[in-house]
């Protein structure tokens, strides 16, 4: 079987060398909040640190950049959560490559702060014993584009993969999550929920769920959806005396609600999206 997989969607690294640096701002007051949120240093910016249990990586790099990032979860991270917050300042140009091993049973829950920039991440799961959960929550606005691929490779048996993304666009996103179960890798169990909601006309929407299975003894599954915010919704909402602004921020918290279990860490990962987003 061919593997047809493409990192590459809106932002290719060569387009780096052709962005200037000058034109990024600030971006104090974002990481303010993510610092009160979570109680972190200048030092804690950028690596991997310990919090509460679990374990969290925010993102702020004040240059275009292209990153390569390696982690390795292994029996010391055994049912921990692992958090990643991307909070790179305005008009930045920033291309991660993130390699992750899995060697435990994991969390990874993403969530996107960056609001008029440019990010491209290109995750690739290693799994070689355990499970891995993986999370995902993106408020997209009107000028930010989010160019995003995964990709769950099962190296050995009796692995899982589970993955949801769920995002609220105003501007760009590219999407695509491939999973790929070796020939020799069998009881093995993978599933993919992909959920994007058109915030905008004008918003662009690029969405792949991709499956790769080369051993039959599997259990997977995949789902693919895009659409706008429902009117009915809305309309409940707004009969009841709530605005639409502050209506369409209580349809978002659900969803995060949805994906993000109700553990200290995620409820800190609420407060601070609707410290940042709620008006």
Known sequence: M?????????LDKKLLNLIDNKDIKNNSALLDKIKKSFQLKDDDLNKLIPINSDFLYVQSIDHNSMNELDFSFGEDFEGK?????FANPEDTFIYNQIKIKVQSNISIKALHLNQINKLKNSFVFNIEEGFVDVFVFSD???KQLLDESMEFIHDKPNTKSNIKYHSFVSGKIATQV???ILQSSKH???HQSLKHVSQKSGSTILSKPNLMIMNPDVVSSHGNSIGSISSEYLFYLQQRGVNKSKAINMIKKSEFLNIFEEDKASFQFLQLWENVYEK
Do not use: R
């Open 2 to 10: 061919k593997d047809q997989f493409n990192h590459d969607h809106f």
């Open 178 to 180: 491939n999973t790929k």
């Open 81 to 85: 959560n692992i958090f990643f917050i």
């Open 188 to 190: 093995c169990e993978s």
């Open 140 to 142: 997209i606005h009107e």
